[in-house]
């Protein structure tokens, strides 16, 4: 799920090609992007347990089931992305040395593994709920088909689309633990939709001429840094709302998530100013893996005490 993808993986992926087998396949199964959903996948879920007055023992098994199933359903999509984006990697540095470039790993064995994690994934997942299991199968098919498959290759949109896929995991934790999904579950799927588009439209900014060369339009690539720059500002300001429809989480969150994105405007309306494309994009692009990581942190710690 691609929509917090790259914000741990990108930079790795500019080193040398991998030397192991065990290098190969973390890097076929973006486990920087594994790993940093873990976080919004293990906050929907302990939000759930908080806001429904769960026991957190007894949830304890169940939770498990959902970090593990939905992170081996990630992993197995984001094998497929890989097998699909073969032909265009070479173009671009950060992935020019995955291991479907390189030739270190068949095409044929990228498949099958992608297929096998995604049904072992969903092995797990169906131990939890159907819910869980309708939302963990909407994100898959949503990043491999219609991000990897459609848009990626043919529309400026392509990242709004990607970021449907990107904000399901905080759902499939919460419908794992309460199908009946809450108001704030919902905020928590918002939050990660809006996020996604002025992250990976900075990240674009700064890789725009490897996308060219790829042959992907992203919007920087189509109709420049100026629209991209507005994009950005406008994707950061719809987040300001947000924190007041989650009264649910205390008074201390929304001055802390007010705080936080009220700091991503000024950034962005200082970096606007100073009409540095490339400064712009780096510190946008910084601020937000920040952001998010710091927002759904405060959720699980301003919730312990309920």
């Given at each position: 799920m691609e929509q917090l993808a790259n914000n741990v993986?990108?930079?790795?992926?500019?080193d040398h090609p991998s030397t192991s087998l065990r290098k190969d396949l973390l890097s076929l199964m973006k486990i920087g992007i594994v790993k940093s959903n873990i976080l919004t996948t293990f906050t929907g879920i302990w939000l759930a347990i908080q806001l429904n007055g769960l026991d957190i023992l007894d949830s304890l098994p169940k939770a498990i089931l959902t970090i593990i199933g939905s992170s081996l359903i990630i992993a197995g999509s984001c094998?497929?992305?890989?097998?699909?984006d073969r032909d265009i990697d070479p173009y671009m540095e950060r992935t020019k040395n995955r291991p479907t470039v390189t030739g270190n790993i068949k095409p044929s064995i990228t498949i099958s593994l992608g297929i096998f994690l995604l049904i072992l994934g969903f092995t797990f997942m169906a131990f939890t709920t159907l819910m869980?299991?309708?939302?963990?199968?909407?994100g898959?098919?949503?990043y491999i088909v219609l991000y990897t498959l459609w848009t990626k290759r043919n529309y400026t949109l392509n990242t709004v689309v990607g970021s449907i896929s990107g904000a399901a995991p905080p759902l499939i934790g919460w419908a794992a633990m309460d199908a009946n999904l809450h108001f704030i579950a919902w905020m928590l799927f918002l939050i990660m939709f809006i996020w996604q588009p002025p992250h990976f439209l900075a990240l674009a900014m700064r890789r725009s001429e490897e996308y060219r060369r790829a042959g992907i339009p992203m919007l920087?690539?189509?109709y420049g840094f100026e629209m991209t720059k507005r994009q950005v500002m406008i994707w950061v300001l719809c987040l300001l709302p947000l924190p007041f429809y989650m009264?649910?989480?205390?008074?201390p969150f929304i001055i802390f998530a007010t705080i936080l994105n009220i700091g991503w405007?000024?950034?962005g309306i200082y970096c606007y100013k100073q009409k540095d494309d490339q400064k712009f994009a780096k510190l946008m692009f910084i601020y937000s893996i920040n952001y998010l990581t710091l927002l759904?942190?405060?959720m699980i710690v301003f919730t312990i005490s309920f």
């Open positions: 993986s990108n930079d790795s992926e500019m094998v497929i992305n890989n097998y699909i869980a299991v309708v939302y963990a199968f909407i898959a098919f949503t920087p690539v189509v009264q649910a989480l205390g008074l405007v000024i950034l759904f942190m405060s």
